[in-house]
Structure formats: structure tokens, C-alpha cells
């Protein structure tokens, strides 16, 4: 059965730095892509970045380049999201997803639960 589980989201301020983990189980990572996703309340999900089977990452959102890295520990079946110098308009439910293929698509086939970011003075 395959399953996320996220965690690391929270409250900061504006310029801190956030990172976020995501277990998975039933599967092992490294065959796949996987990806972060955000929502912003009253927006659709969108893409932010994604790190292929192979370790190389993508990222799918211009506002997120410089700030935000993508990695991966295969021993612990786990990707991170690292946010630094976050902003209001990072505020979002953030999700990790198995993405269907080795190399990266921007199309999730396996969520994580999702966990909230809050970005505010």
C-alpha cells in the first residue's frame, strides 16, 4: 500500500526557512519522481518542483527558483522540501506525490495527507 507521510509545516516569519519531510512507504523512491505541490486558499494546486528517479531536480514554478531545494534520502525512503527566505505568498498547503513516471511530469499519482504553511509577522 503505498502511503506519505508529511510532515515539518508551521508558522514562520517572513525571511525564515521552513523544511519539510515526506515518508514514504509500499514503494521505494528512488524508482520513481516525486514532487511538491502547493495550494493557496482560493487556488488551483500547482507544481513547484520535482526530483527525478536519478536525483536530478526540475522545478516548475519561477517564483520558488533560489529559494526552495528539492532532495531525497533513499535509505530513508524520505524527500525534504527546503524553504528559506519564505514569503506571505508562500502560504499554502503543501503536498508530496509520487509522480507516475522515473522521470518528472508535474502529474501525481500517490498524495501525501498535505501539511500547512503559514507564512506572517
Known amino acids: 500500500q503505498v502511503q506519505f507521510v508529511e510532515s515539518g509545516g508551521g508558522l514562520v516569519q517572513p525571511g525564515g526557512s521552513l523544511r519539510l519531510s515526506c515518508a514514504a512507504s509500499?514503494?521505494?523512491?528512488?524508482?520513481?519522481?516525486s514532487g511538491w505541490f502547493r495550494q493557496a486558499p482560493g487556488k488551483e494546486r500547482e507544481a513547484i518542483l520535482c526530483?527525478?528517479?536519478?536525483?536530478?531536480?526540475?522545478y516548475y514554478a519561477d517564483s520558488v527558483k533560489g529559494r526552495f531545494t528539492i532532495s531525497r534520502n533513499n535509505a530513508r525512503n524520505t524527500v525534504y522540501l527546503q524553504m528559506n527566505s519564505l514569503k506571505p505568498e508562500d502560504t499554502a498547503v503543501y503536498y508530496c506525490?509520487?509522480?507516475?513516471?522515473?522521470?518528472?511530469?508535474?502529474?501525481?499519482?500517490?498524495w501525501g495527507q498535505g501539511t500547512q504553511v503559514t507564512v506572517s509577522s
Open positions: 506525490a509520487r509522480e507516475r513516471n522515473f522521470y518528472c511530469s508535474g502529474h501525481g499519482d500517490y
Open positions: 509500499g514503494f521505494t523512491l528512488r524508482n520513481y519522481a
Open positions: 526530483i527525478n528517479g536519478n536525483g536530478g531536480a526540475t
